[in-house]
């Protein structure tokens, strides 16, 4: 039976009180949403890389109409709650922020992040300002929803070549401020850096596992006072090495053992009814 979007939302909600630390996962299309839905996550979430590469594009390079598309595609297939990857809003003006966060909304996601990169390489992160007036747009469309839609702030610096820890924990606060119900800094170096952000802040802080010698463990991440656990696109990229690893062993090697660590296609049709 389908889950009202109003009961995945408080769902979703509720996933983020409390003390324990959840993982939400990253799916790309309707086989790995169902097939994580099978693993029974409580909570899946999209990914812009992974959406991006499922058309054969670089990050950031989808439209907003495209990932409108596969907002649907992702929430038709799964009676979990699925938040958005909402990039930068897919706009500069808060007002056309605040559009996308309606367009999340009817594609059936219950919340999603906004970050603060604009895309530009010459001018690759919003003033604190501009940055703070999108949150604060994405948050009022928001409440003026039927239901609850989980807003994340996201402070993009330690991607974007920026790696100031105490810009960040500023952004993260003002964010905070104009209303963000979770914040989100990817890109942290160390535990140390987790916890002066967590500790600075009182609302939920997710943290993006993913990055190679920047990733913890569940225990570690939790006691350091995150609350949320995304996978960015590191389910697709292992997803994506195992294609490759396969098909290279065939034609450089001409075998295939990889046939006898696939999963069998009776376990992939039963993810599939």
Not at 42 to 49: D, F, I, R, V, Y
Not at 62 to 70: G, L
Not at 189 to 197: I, S
Not at 224 to 252: F, K, N, P, Q
């Amino acid at each position: 039976m389908s889950i009202a979007q109003k009961d995945k939302a408080e769902q979703f909600r509720s996933l983020h009180q409390g003390q324990d630390a959840f993982v939400i996962a990253n799916a790309w299309d309707v086989v790995s949403t169902r097939m994580l839905t099978v693993l029974q996550f409580k909570a899946l979430a999209t990914s812009s890389g992974a959406m991006a590469g499922t058309l054969g594009r670089r990050d950031g390079k989808v439209s907003r109409e495209e990932a409108f598309v596969h907002w649907r595609t992702i929430t038709s297939a799964t009676d979990l709650p699925v938040a958005g990857d909402l990039e930068n809003g897919f706009a500069d003006a808060p007002n056309d922020v605040a559009e996308t966060i309606r367009m999340a909304a009817e594609a059936g996601l219950v919340g999603g992040s906004i970050e603060d990169a604009t895309g530009d390489p010459d001018r690759p992160i919003y003033d604190a300002r501009s940055a703070t007036e999108r949150i604060a747009a994405a948050v009022r469309a928001a409440r003026a929803l039927p239901f609850h839609f989980t807003v994340t702030g996201r402070a993009e610096n330690f991607l974007r070549n920026r790696p100031d820890l105490a810009d960040t924990i500023a952004r993260l606060r003002a964010y905070e401020e104009a209303g963000a119900d979770v914040l989100f800094a990817p890109g942290l170096p160390d535990l140390d850096a987790v916890r002066a952000v967590c500790a600075a802040l009182s609302k939920p802080v997710n943290f993006m596992v993913g990055i190679k010698g920047k990733s913890f463990t569940v225990a570690a991440l939790q006691a350091a006072g995150v609350r949320r656990i995304s996978l960015g696109g590191s389910l697709y990229r292992a997803a994506m090495s195992g294609l490759y690893d396969a098909a290279r062993e065939v034609r450089e090697d001409g075998t295939f053992s990889y046939v006898d660590r696939a999963m069998p296609a009776r376990v992939l049709g039963e993810c599939l009814e």
